[in-house]
Antibody, heavy 119, light 108 residues
Framework: EVQLVESGGGLIQRGGSLRLSCAAS????????MTWVRQAPGKGLEWVSV???????YYADSVKGRFTISRDTSNNTLYLQMNSLRVEDTAVYYC?????????????WGKGSTVTVAS | SSVLTQPPSVSVAPGQTARITCGGN??????VHWYQQKPGQAPVVVVY???DRPSGIPERFSGSHSGNTATLTISRVEAGDEADYHC???????????FGGGTKLTVL
């Protein structure tokens, strides 16, 4: 079964760091684009970061320079290292697998990991 | 703010038809995807590539695209359709997805 399971969220003070993990099963993270998407309380979806299958990485302007996406092929896991956290980074963070049809859409999502940044 | 524009809310009585729109510059040339998100759950794709449905999604869910507006249509609305709906585009030539602000569908 194709599945994504996030972990690593929690309550953190402003300026702190957290690392989110997204364990994949049923497919290889290195063979697919992967993405992190977040949703602040009561808000819509916002893309955070993308890692292409070839390893290229991209970040939303709001997190550039503070967040780093990476993957470990040995344990088939995607990561999001979050540094210098701000109150506005408070959100549920989802990892998702983009699928390529005529364009990309996310066909597999994790259940999400909640990050709360306290002031 | 979102690049794609959706109405914040749509209300419809059971059995009626709900239409949720998604607009944006140059959206006419892009494939639009739609997600359903129920409270406390992750999004689930209900329509992809403008009008295709994944297996397991009822035929009551359909998508269309005309000019700079894409529309998700839900026919014979049921109480269980009450959820937030998000539109999304991500062209192969682009490095990241774009999302609409989401629409809350209320079944009266």
């Amino acid at each position: 079964e194709v599945q994504l399971v996030e972990s690593g969220g929690g309550l953190i003070q402003r300026g702190g760091s957290l690392r989110l993990s997204c364990a994949a099963s049923g497919f290889s993270v290195s063979g697919h684009y992967m993405t992190w998407v977040r949703q602040a309380p009561g808000k819509g979806l916002e893309w955070v970061s993308v890692m292409q299958s070839g390893g290229s990485t991209y970040y939303a302007d709001s997190v550039k320079g503070r967040f780093t996406i990476s993957r470990d092929t040995s344990n088939n896991t995607l990561y999001l290292q979050m540094n210098s956290l701000r109150v506005e980074d408070t959100a549920v963070y989802y990892c998702a697998r983009p699928f390529s049809g005529w364009a990309f859409y996310m066909d597999v999502w994790g259940k999400g990991s909640t990050v709360t940044v306290a002031s | 703010s979102s690049v794609l524009t959706q109405p914040p809310s749509v209300s419809v009585a059971p059995g009626q038809t709900a239409r949720i729109t998604c607009g944006g510059n140059n959206i006419g040339s892009k494939s639009v995807h739609w997600y359903q998100q129920k409270p406390g759950q992750a999004p689930v794709v209900v329509v992809y590539d403008d009008s295709d449905r994944p297996s397991g999604i009822p035929e009551r869910f359909s998508g269309s695209h005309s000019g700079n507006t894409a529309t998700l249509t839900i026919s014979r609305v049921e109480a269980g359709d009450e959820a937030d709906y998000h539109c999304q585009v991500w062209e192969i030539s682009s490095v990241h997805p774009e999302f609409g602000g989401g629409t809350k569908l209320t079944v009266l």
